[in-house]
Nanobody
Framework: QVQLVESGGGLVQPGGSLRLSCAAS????????MGWYRQAPGKQRDLVAT???????NYADSVKGRFTISRDNAKNTVYLQMNSLKPEDTAVYYC??????????????WGQGTQVTVSL
């Protein structure tokens, strides 16, 4: 089991920046690929960015060049640095931990989400 707690959301003006944090506990953090997803009202949950346990990253096209995902295995924490924020970035942001067991069973854990609102 992995427990994930997000923080760092809030209200920011267009063009501003926020840094989200996700603190993990309960298992070996370095075994997991970590990701950030977001869900706007009335829409499905979409991938924002992922980072493997070896540090390889992947981004949604809509955030490339503006968002940066990183992880600190010593602190069991994953971050999402968000710059040049746009109103369309407004959503609840969720942290995800993922790994596949030796029996090839996928395991996914989710945080409770943190609201990001980009508005004047």
């Amino acid at each position: 089991q992995v427990q994930l707690v997000e923080s760092g959301g809030g209200l920011v003006q267009p063009g501003g920046s926020l840094r989200l944090s996700c603190a993990a506990s309960g298992s070996i953090f370095s075994l997991y690929a970590m990701g950030w997803y977001r869900q706007a009202p009335g829409k499905q949950r979409d991938l924002v960015a992922t980072i493997t346990n070896s540090g390889n990253t992947n981004y949604a096209d809509s955030v490339k060049g503006r968002f940066t995902i990183s992880r600190d295995n010593a602190k069991n924490t994953v971050y999402l640095q968000m710059n040049s924020l746009k109103p369309e970035d407004t959503a609840v942001y969720y942290c995800n931990a993922h790994r596949t067991t030796l029996m090839l069973v996928p395991l996914d854990y989710w945080g409770q989400g943190t609201q990001v609102t980009v508005s004047l």
